[in-house]
Structure formats: structure tokens, C-alpha cells
């Protein structure tokens, strides 16, 4: 078994284990399932330090498994690899997973069904990113719904059967669309292959009409999961009503796949069509970072506010990903989307920390925590301030990289309106932070509120460590990665 | 010393990682930890300035790479001219000042440790801003200024006043840096790189279109608007005097806010490439000075005529240098640039000093309303003596350092009438509102006599500061002094060093106007010989307008904020509404449709299956009849059949379709017949077997 088969399949024997054990050994499942993503843990950062030293200068796929033969009679291959892109992704799920699972200790309904389906979806979501076959990638893209739908309908807040069938559909049905266009290549293709490394290759040779068709099915499919505005709103119900760890895998990875589809397959798959949907795409893009923050700005409910703020922060990978032209700016796209994983992962944590001790996330119920809470305030404060691109923190590098990158690359002017999104952000940050932490304290409502403990604040330090180092020294992060989207940009301009 | 200059920034930032992490609960030792620094980093500004000195204006520059892409390179690095050097040694003199200061003024403040770390945390970042080489830099540390000040600013942030001004000033000196990162963005794109020097020569190389570089000067001086309080961003500045004193005037004062002046400063070779850029730049300036210090006339809170003195006085510098950019574009001398520089020296030694004494006073009353002071100079003379001196020197008073760097700014107008006007009736207003501020606090009688009782002089800690500041006030404009060879003015020259000849009529001239607004203030505030009442009353409207700082804040609230909030709250009805609406719209379209078809399915699909087996039930019931086994019935049936077949045969029809149509339609006509009166004989002779059958159809029918 090569190093990124084990990613997937150690949390999927980690399930198996955690099926085969007695309910009621509470203790025993969550160790064993924090065990069993350790190990992809462990086995991720150690492929991110492989691939830096060894294979970064290059930037070609590295820890290739196959391709095998697996349904040979329609030409179906079991083909893994992983380059500049998927290596930081898969290194911030392995982080992400573990985090997660540490702070779902305090599940304690069905507590064996949720840690294995758990690692059901870790298992689906490293399968993701290292699948070279779109049969194997639709495999993958699709075994992540069934976890995440009964996560969010079974462990999830009053709205849950909503929240998660609403998410499950919406997804199915982007997915429909991604079928077809893989069909459509399937069939296009002479010898029939479903090998996403010659279709890079066969599907810019498509006839116009053809590309076009497959683009806009697959940036369907992709888009609906980035969100892009306006396929967004199943993201703050599904956030509002998933438990606390669900979310930061929601946050933390899943929407990252969108992105990362429409940089593995659709970008450098159909380059005419993509040169006409530049604008486009810059336009939702836009249109996301100021619509997500004002509607932030409106939130009641922090998690909500959360949730729409990551619609804005994906509107940046998106403008990003309309000025496909500029190294920098794709750069930034993929600096941003392990910036929002880090800062939003934290935000849900804290957020679920506060959420488990008051009961409820309601901003206005809150006020002057700073002074009775001043760790856990700091630390809330910390990523506030990330989110809204300070410097020095992961955020802002993201943020700059994007706006400097995509200036000359897509209309100036839509740039222009974007950067208002750095204003935008700020004010409805920092309302939240008035209006949680500043200000009286109501000692006779929260005087019991306790400090942030143990094993909360080691779920979070982690990401607060990293988020403090790419935005101080983004440079190993971008050396990763560069010299892989180098590749990809010059496949997308041909 | 030069070379590892590098190392000042981090040594406040040390002394901040220090406290946070270990020394939180030492306050004693984090505030001593944190003043050490600060002061090591005064010694080493003074050593970087000597050496400045030494090399006659040529500059250092060390950078590593930060990262780099196709088109350009990232770097951080250090740049180390005169501007710097003076700046380094502006920011850690107050710096200093500021933080033993402190060590009294917020003495038994519950979060002392953590003011200490914050004030680091400041310093560092403004070290940073200071001695960057890059426009990439200067914005990082820009930025985290940016954050200081807020956390500062809300440093009681119990009070409600408090975090809405930190709140405040973020959010607008954003707005400003909004305009910063444009212009970093055209720079980027029309430069290819950040590098001050690079895009110095760029810019004076030609090849960038006029058009861009004024677009690229007016958006870099967007974020100074923003950070130096300029109109129309200038709203921040005052509100932000909720912060402590100290913070005032370390940051709100001296240092923080004359990074935009710096800024302009330091990308003047930018600015004189364009007349028109330059001209936005000293328009904005002149407008800022006289909105400000027409405001600080009437107000009462101690602070806040400190902080529209503090705008005014640098949209003073920011009109200086914007005067040097438009007068050097068009091929003239001015003397712009050096007032500005120099202007900016002198007034953080001035104004810190003010800012300080204002607490000092303030710790003395608990009040910051001049109103309710009075006669103080005999509680604190220590406190009085240094305000009044700092007071001279911002009216310009021969020969305390005011009065230089005033002098400068006023010859730069000399070429346009209208800034010439202006500045001399700014200056007129900055005695007059100085002087006003000095005569109610320390002159007169106690307008409240409980606070004048418990009134005291401040500690030691606080007072020394003082006189040292007190005595830069004095000194600091001698640097400039027109008879020197080798004064200010070479020093820090932007281009061809120039030596410009003592102007004896301008400085009489600006003399006396200073000290007509002092008299003035005299003789309202102290003679009480013009009563401010009436004049008051007499002026109601401007004096209505002024006290209410024209409305600003108002107009803001309700043409920006109120919109941008109401635009939120709408759009997310439109986004739960109208967009979700349309997912959910679709999902209910889908299960109106599939009821739709379960119902046709039910129906229709199934009633025509469940009709036909109905009809073919209802025809067997009814025909069943024929088979009745009675063999009379058989007979007449036979009968029937020949008879009707012997018709038939005996007429001779032909066969013909209407013909054969109406013999059989005759045919069953006359078997319904038959199968009439049959089944009714049937019934009649068996009634017992009529109810079995019809119990049975009964069965059928209920299947």
C-alpha cells in the first residue's frame, strides 16, 4: 500500500475497528478514531516535508499509484497522485480530521455511529484529493455525502433533517451534472478513458461547443460545493445546524473542494471555454466577497455570521480563479484556501466552545466576555482579526497575493469594487467582536461561563501556530506550490 | 550601528512576547522589561541619527526576499536615510516619554501588564513602518499600527464610548487603506516591483504614463488620509480620544498619525512627478487644517481640542509637502518639504507634550471639561509651566521650536495667495484656541471647587517626562535655524540640497499673528475685557456649526453607515427570500410535481386498470344470465336465431356493410330482449338463487 492509498484506507480500518467495538466503550471509540486519523495525520505532513524537499522544484505528481487496471472492460483505473496542490489540501485535512475528532469528545449520543462515519468522510475526502481517475473521484465525491448527511441529520441542532437533506440534494444534483460532462469525455475520448491526466491532455482538443457544455456542468457541480454566490445558502443552514466538528470539516475542507476540482480538472481541461468565462467567473467572484460580507454583517446567530463570511473569503479564491492568467493570483487562490481552512476551522471550534457552555450563539446575548473570559477572548480575537486580513497572519498574505495578482489579469475595475470586501469585512468583524466581547459584562447571566480548557485550547493551537507562520513566512507554502500551478496556469492559457 | 538596525523593532516586540507569555502577572517587571527596551532602542535611534549625520544624506539599504513570483519579488528589508533616521528618533523619544509616564498614570489600572504589551507591540510596528524599504512593508506595518491603535484606543473597553471609538477609527482608517492597496496594485502592475527606490526611478524614468503615477500618488494618499486623520477621514481622530492619555499622545499625537505624513514624505519623488496629484495632496491639507482648527475654537473637552489641534496641525505638513510636490513638478523652489519634515519633528515633541500635561491635569481633576477647571497653575505648577511652554511653541513663538517649522510651512505658501491667506488665519485660530485652553485650565478662578481641592501635581513619573518634552519644545527647531550651513533643511533635502536666506518679514509678520490670537484669548479668556458668551450669541449659527464639529459624524451615519447596515439587513432578507427562496422554491416545484403524479398515477394510470377489470366484472355479472340452464330459454334463443337468419334469407339483403350493421344491431337489441325477460323469469321461479347471485356480484365488487 503507497503512502496516499493509506490515506484513505487507515481511517476507513479505523471505522471498521470502531464498528467491531461495544457501544457503550465511549473512551475506547474516540481514542481509537483519533488513533486511526492520527496515522493519516502523520503520513500527510510527512508528504508535504517529502514533496517540499524532493519534488516542490518540479511541481510534477509525486507517490503515484498506478495506473492499475481495475474494471478493465471500461477502461476504469485505480490511479492516485498527488502534486503541489493536493499536497497542502491533503496535509490540512489529516490536521483538520484529528482536530475535529478531538473536539467531538463531547458527542455522546450514538457515539460509535458518529466517530465511524466520521471517518467514513475522512476517508472520502483524502480519496478526493489524491484521485487521478474520474471514476475513482466520483467514487470519492460521492461517499462524502452519505457521512456528512446523517452528521448533520442526526448530531446536528433543531433544524437538522432541513439542514442536512437540503445539503445532500444540492449537492447530488451538482454532482448529476459532473456525471454527464465526465461522460461526455468518457465517450470523446479515443481510446475511452477516464484518466483525468490524458484528458487534460484530449479535452482541450474538444470541439468549442463541447468544451463549453462540459465546463459549465462541472463548474456546476464544483461551484455548488465552493459555494459560489448564488449557489450558497445550503452552506450557513448546514453550518448553523452541524455540530461543532462537522462544521470545521465543512469549512475547513469541503468547500476547498470545490476549488480544487475547478484547478485539477476543469481550469486546465478546457481552456477556450474558460478564456470566455474569465469575467464571468471574476463577477461571482466579486459578487460573493461584497454580498457574503454584507450579509454577514446582518447575522444575529454567530455561526451564521461565520458561515457567510466564509461565502466572502471563497469569493476571493473565485476572483482569483477568474485571473487564471496570473501565477500570483492562483497562488493567492490556493494560499486562500488553506488561509480559510486554518482561520475558519478555528472560528467554528471557538465558536462551539462558547456554544457548549452558553447554550446559545446568539450575538446580542453576549457582551464584555473580554474581561471575564480574557484567554479565550484573546484567541477569538486572534482569528477575528486573521479573517479580517491583518498582517503577519495567514489572511491578509492570501488577500494580497489575490488583489495584486488579479489587477492586471481580469477587469480592473471588478478588482477595484473587491478590495471595498477588505473595508466590509473589517466592520462586520468587529461588530461581532464589540458586541461579544466589549462592552459590560453581565456578571448575573454568564457568571458561570468557564475559561477555555485543555483539550479545547489543543485543538486550536495548532492552528493558531500555523496561521501566525504562513502569514509571517508564506514563502515554503507558496515554494510547495508554485512551481505545480506554474504548470497548470501555462496548461490553462494553451 | 547602522547595519543591525534591523534589530530595533524586534526588541519592543521581545518585550511584548515577554509579557504576554510570561511576565503577565510581573507588572513590575513588565513595565521595567518594556521601558528598558524602548529606552536601548532611544540610544541606538541616537547612534543611527549620528551616523545619518555623518554620511551626508546617502542612504543604507539591506532586503531578503520574502517570496518571489513570475513578475516581481516580495522582500523585506530596512532603508535607512535621514527621514528615517529622524523618525526612529521621533517615535522612540516619545516612545520612552510616554511609557515611564505611564508607570504612573496607569498605576492601578487592573490590565496594566497588558497596556505595557500593547504599547510594545505599538512601537514595534511603528519601527517597522519607519524603517521599511517597500511599499509591501510599509503596508504591513500600517496595518498593525492600525490594529494597536484600536486595541488602545478600546484599551477600556468596558466603555461602551471606548469600543465604539476603537471600533471607529479601525473601520475608517480602512477606508483609507482601501485607496492603498489600489494604488499598491498599480504600482505593482505598472513598476513590477515595491522597492521605494525602484519605484522612485520607474517613476521618474518616464516610461509609466503620467496618468498612472497621479492615479497611483492620489490612491497611496488615500491610506495617509485615513491614518493621518485628513478630511474628509478626519472623524476617527477625536472619538479616539477614549483611549488613555498616554496612548494619545504616543500614538494619537506624535507618532501614529503622522505615519501618513511620512508617507507622503517618503514617496515625494512620486508626488513631484505630478503637479495635479500634489495639488489634490495640499488642497486636502489646507482644508484639513482649517475644518480642524475652526472646530477646536469652541470646544470644552481638554482632549478634544487637542486632537482637532493635532488634525490641524498636520494638514499644516501634509499642505507643506503637497505645496513642495506642485511647485517642484512645475520647476520652482519651495521650501515645502523641509516644513513638513520639520514641522512634523517639532510638533510631536509639542503636541506629546500637550497630550501629556492634558493627563496630567486629568488625573489631577477627573474631568476632561475645561469648563469645571480653572486656576490650576497653582496646584500643578510643574504641569502648567510645560503646557504653557508647549503652547508657545504650537502658537510659533519666537524662538521655541513652533515657530521654525511654522516659519517653513508659511514661506512654502509664498508662490499660491490663497495658502498663503489661510495658513497665516490657521495660525491666528491655533494660538487663539491654544491660548483659550491654557487661560480656563490654569488662570483664573476654580469654576469647581470640589475638584480644585483634591487637585494635586502628579508624581515624578509623570512631571519628568514632562520637562524633558518641555525642554525638546524649546530646542528641537534649532536644527533648522536659517543662519546654520549645515542646518535641518540639508540635512533631510529631498533632491539638491538648498540653503534658503532667512526671511525677516515673514517671521514678523507670522509673529504677529500668533500673538494677536493669544492676546485675543487674553482678553476673552482672562481680562473677560470681550465676553466669549456674547460673541457666542452673536455668531449663533457658526458658533452652532463649529460646536457640532459641522456635522461630520452625522452626515456619515446617515449617508454611509445607516445605508451600508440597511443594505446588509436587505440583502440578507433577499438572500433567505429570493435566492434560497429559489432553492426552495425548486424543491417544492418537485414535490408539487411528483404529488401531481402520484394523484395522475392513482387516478388515472390506475383507475383506467382497475376500470377495465370493473367492466369486465359488470358485463360478466350481467351476461352470466344468459347461461341460465333452461332449456325453454335455449329453445326460444334457437328459434329466435333461425327465424331472424330466415328473414334474413327470405328478403334476400344483400350483404352490404349498413345492412349487416342494422341485422346485428336488430340482433342484440332483440338478445337484450331476450336477456330481460329471461332473467326475470329466472328470479321468479328462484329467488333463493337470486340473492346467492347477487351477494356474489356484491363480493366481486368489493374486491
Known amino acids: 500500500m503507497g503512502p496516499l492509498s493509506s490515506l484513505v484506507y487507515f481511517p476507513l480500518i479505523g471505522m471498521v475497528i470502531v464498528m467491531c467495538l461495544p457501544k457503550e466503550a465511549k473512551v475506547a471509540i474516540r481514542w481509537t478514531s483519533v488513533g486511526a486519523s492520527i496515522i493519516p495525520l502523520v503520513v500527510s505532513f510527512a508528504l508535504t516535508i517529502d514533496y517540499f524537499f524532493g519534488h516542490a522544484a518540479t511541481g510534477l505528481m509525486a507517490y503515484v499509484e498506478g495506473p492499475y487496471d481495475w474494471i478493465p472492460s471500461l477502461n476504469v483505473q485505480y490511479y492516485l497522485g498527488a502534486d503541489g496542490i493536493s499536497i497542502p489540501l491533503l496535509a490540512l485535512t489529516g490536521l483538520l480530521s484529528t482536530l475535529s475528532l478531538l473536539a467531538s469528545f463531547n458527542i455522546e449520543n450514538r457515539v460509535k455511529e458518529y466517530f465511524a462515519f466520521f471517518l467514513l468522510l475522512e476517508a472520502g475526502m483524502m480519496g478526493v484529493f489524491v484521485a487521478l481517475d474520474f471514476f475513482l473521484f466520483y467514487i470519492f465525491w460521492e461517499v462524502m455525502l452519505v457521512p456528512m448527511y446523517f452528521l448533520i441529520g442526526v448530531w446536528g441542532g433543531p433544524r437538522k433533517e432541513y439542514a442536512a437533506i437540503k445539503f445532500f440534494l444540492y449537492t447530488l444534483f451538482g454532482s448529476i451534472f459532473m456525471l454527464v460532462a465526465i461522460l461526455i469525455l468518457y465517450f470523446t475520448s479515443t481510446p475511452h478513458t477516464l484518466n483525468m491526466m490524458t484528458l487534460i491532455q484530449s479535452g482541450s482538443r474538444l470541439p468549442y461547443m463541447l468544451q463549453m457544455i462540459c465546463f459549465i456542468f462541472f463548474f456546476i457541480a464544483f461551484a455548488i460545493k465552493v459555494p459560489v454566490w448564488p449557489f450558497h445558502t445550503w452552506l450557513p443552514d448546514a453550518h448553523v445546524e452541524a455540530p461543532t466538528a462537522v462544521s470545521v470539516i465543512l469549512a475547513g475542507v469541503l468547500l476547498k473542494m470545490g476549488t480544487y476540482g475547478m484547478l485539477r480538472v476543469s481550469w486546465p481541461m478546457f481552456p477556450a471555454a474558460l478564456k470566455d468565462m474569465a469575467f464571468w467567473i471574476a463577477l461571482l467572484g466579486a459578487i460573493g466577497i461584497i454580498y457574503g460580507a454584507l450579509v454577514s454583517m446582518a447575522q444575529k446567530d454567530l455561526k451564521k455570521l461565520v458561515a457567510y463570511s466564509s461565502v466572502s473569503h471563497m469569493g476571493y479564491c473565485m476572483l482569483a480563479l477568474g485571473a487564471f492568467s496570473s501565477a500570483q493570483a492562483i497562488t493567492g487562490c490556493m494560499f486562500q484556501m488553506v488561509s480559510h481552512g486554518l482561520i475558519t476551522g478555528a472560528l467554528f471550534l471557538l465558536v462551539g466552545v462558547l456554544y457548549e457552555r452558553a447554550h446559545t450563539r446568539e450575538i446580542a446575548a453576549f457582551g464584555g466576555l473580554g474581561s471575564k473570559l480574557p484567554v479565550y477572548s484573546s484567541i477569538m480575537f486572534f482569528f477575528a482579526m486573521a479573517s479580517l486580513g491583518l498582517p503577519g497572519l495567514s489572511g491578509f498574505v492570501s488577500e494580497v497575493m489575490i488583489f495584486l495578482g488579479s489587477f492586471g489579469a481580469v477587469n480592473q475595475v471588478l478588482v477595484g469594487i473587491s478590495v471595498l470586501g477588505v473595508v466590509l469585512g473589517a466592520a462586520y468583524i468587529l461588530r461581532m467582536v464589540q458586541r461579544v466581547f466589549l462592552g459590560d459584562f453581565d456578571l448575573a447571566k454568564w457568571g458561570k461561563l468557564t475559561e477555555i480548557n485543555t483539550l479545547e485550547l489543543v485543538t486550536v493551537t495548532p492552528l493558531m501556530v500555523l496561521t501566525l507562520w504562513i502569514g509571517v513566512y508564506p514563502k515554503p507554502l507558496v515554494d510547495l506550490m508554485s512551481a505545480t500551478l506554474n504548470k497548470l496556469i501555462t496548461l490553462m492559457q494553451r | ?703
Not at chain 2, 371 to 387: N, S
Not at chain 2, 684 to 701: D, G, I, L, N, Q
Open chain 2, 1 to 703: 550601528m547602522t547595519q543591525t538596525a534591523w534589530i530595533i523593532p524586534f526588541l519592543p516586540l521581545l518585550a511584548f512576547t515577554m509579557i504576554v507569555f510570561f511576565l503577565r502577572w510581573k507588572e513590575k517587571v513588565a513595565s521595567g522589561f518594556s521601558i528598558a527596551m524602548i529606552v536601548i532602542d532611544w540610544v541606538l535611534s541616537l547612534i543611527i541619527l549620528a551616523e545619518a549625520l555623518g554620511r551626508h544624506g546617502a542612504s543604507y539599504e539591506a532586503k531578503i526576499l520574502l517570496t518571489s513570483f513570475k513578475t516581481f519579488n516580495l522582500e523585506l528589508g530596512i532603508l535607512i536615510d535621514p527621514l528615517t533616521a529622524m523618525m526612529l528618533v521621533i517615535v522612540t523619544t516619545v516612545g520612552s516619554c510616554v511609557q515611564i509616564y505611564s508607570l504612573g498614570y496607569m498605576k492601578d489600572d487592573p490590565r496594566f501588564s497588558r497596556f505595557y504589551a500593547y504599547l510594545s507591540l505599538f512601537l514595534f510596528s511603528m519601527l517597522g513602518l519607519v524603517l521599511a524599504n517597500n511599499y509591501f512593508m510599509i503596508f504591513i506595518f500600517w496595518e498593525l499600527v492600525g490594529l494597536t491603535s484600536y486595541l488602545l484606543i478600546s484599551f477600556w473597553f468596558e466603555k461602551k464610548t471606548a469600543a465604539d471609538a476603537g471600533k471607529k477609527a479601525f473601520i475608517t482608517t480602512r477606508v483609507g487603506d482601501l485607496g492603498f492597496i489600489v494604488g499598491l496594485m498599480l504600482i505593482a502592475a505598472y513598476c513590477g516591483t515595491f522597492n521605494y527606490q525602484g519605484v522612485f526611478e520607474k517613476a521618474a524614468s518616464g516610461t509609466v504614463p503620467v496618468g498612472i503615477l497621479t492615479a497611483a500618488a492620489i490612491f497611496i494618499f488615500c491610506g495617509a488620509v485615513g491614518k493621518s486623520a485628513q478630511f474628509p477621514l478626519h472623524v476617527w481622530l477625536p472619538d479616539a480620544m477614549e483611549g488613555p492619555t498616554p496612548v494619545s499622545a504616543l500614538i494619537h499625537a506624535a507618532t501614529m498619525v503622522a505615519a501618513g505624513v511620512y508617507l507622503v514624505a517618503r514617496s515625494m519623488p512620486l508626488f513631484v512627478t505630478s503637479a495635479d496629484a500634489s495639488m489634490v495632496v495640499a488642497s486636502i491639507g489646507l482644508i484639513t487644517a482649517f475644518i480642524a482648527a475652526s472646530i477646536g475654537l469652541v470646544q470644552n473637552d481638554i482632549k478634544r481640542i487637542l486632537a482637532y489641534s493635532t488634525v490641524s496641525q498636520l494638514g499644516y505638513m501634509i499642505m507643506a509637502l503637497g505645496l513642495y510636490g506642485y511647485d517642484t513638478a512645475n520647476g520652482e523652489h519651495s521650501a515645502g518639504y523641509v516644513a513638513g519634515t520639520l514641522h512634523l519633528m517639532t510638533h510631536a515633541c509639542f503636541k506629546g507634550l500637550l497630550f501629556l500635561g492634558a493627563g496630567s491635569v486629568i488625573h489631577a481633576v477627573h474631568t476632561n471639561d475645561i469648563q469645571e477647571m480653572g486656576g490650576l497653575r497653582a496646584k500643578q505648577p510643574r504641569t502648567a509651566m510645560t503646557f504653557m511652554i508647549a503652547s508657545l511653541a504650537i502658537a510659533g513663538i519666537f524662538p521655541l521650536s513652533g515657530f521654525w517649522s511654522k516659519d517653513e510651512i508659511v514661506a512654502s505658501t509664498a508662490h499660491h495667495p490663497l495658502f498663503f491667506v489661510l495658513t497665516l488665519t490657521i495660525a491666528f485660530m491655533t494660538a487663539f484656541y491654544m491660548w483659550r485652553l491654557c487661560f480656563l485650565t490654569f488662570f483664573g478662578q476654580p469654576r469647581n471647587q470640589h475638584r480644585y481641592d483634591h487637585a494635586h501635581e502628579s508624581p515624578g513619573t509623570m512631571t519628568w517626562p514632562l520637562v524633558f518634552l518641555a525642554a525638546l519644545s524649546v530646542c528641537a527647531g534649532w536644527v533648522a535655524l536659517p543662519w546654520l550651513e549645515h542646518g535641518f533643511s540639508s540635512f533631510v533635502y529631498h533632491g539638491e540640497p538648498h540653503h534658503a536666506e532667512p526671511e525677516y518679514l515673514l517671521m514678523i509678520v507670522s509673529t504677529l499673528v500668533s500673538l494677536s490670537g493669544i492676546g485675543l484669548a487674553w482678553l476673552m479668556y482672562h481680562r473677560k475685557a470681550i465676553s466669549a458668551d456674547q460673541v457666542a450669541a452673536k455668531f449663533k449659527p457658526i458658533y452652532t456649526l463649529l460646536y457640532n464639529k459641522y456635522y461630520f459624524d452625522e452626515l456619515y451615519d446617515l449617508i454611509i453607515v445607516r445605508p451600508i447596515v440597511n443594505l446588509g439587513n436587505k440583502l440578507w432578507s433577499f438572500d433567505a427570500n429570493v435566492v434560497d427562496g429559489a432553492v426552495n422554491g425548486t424543491a417544492w416545484l418537485t414535490v408539487v410535481w411528483s404529488d401531481a403524479k402520484q394523484w395522475f398515477d392513482a387516478t388515472i394510470v390506475d383507475g383506467a386498470v382497475n376500470g377495465a377489470g370493473w367492466l369486465v366484472r359488470q358485463s360478466a355479472a350481467g351476461l352470466r344470465f344468459l347461461q341460465s340452464g333452461t332449456l325453454q330459454f335455449y329453445a326460444l334463443f334457437i328459434a329466435g336465431l333461425v327465424a331472424a337468419i330466415g328473414l334474413y334469407r327470405y328478403f334476400g339483403i344483400s350483404y352490404t356493410p349498413t345492412t349487416t350493421g342494422l341485422v346485428t344491431i336488430f340482433f342484440l337489441i332483440g338478445l337484450i330482449v331476450l336477456w330481460y325477460v329471461s332473467r326475470s323469469i329466472w328470479r321468479r321461479s328462484t329467488p333463493a338463487a337470486a340473492a346467492e347471485v347477487e351477494e356474489h356480484s356484491v363480493r366481486v365488487e368489493d374486491k
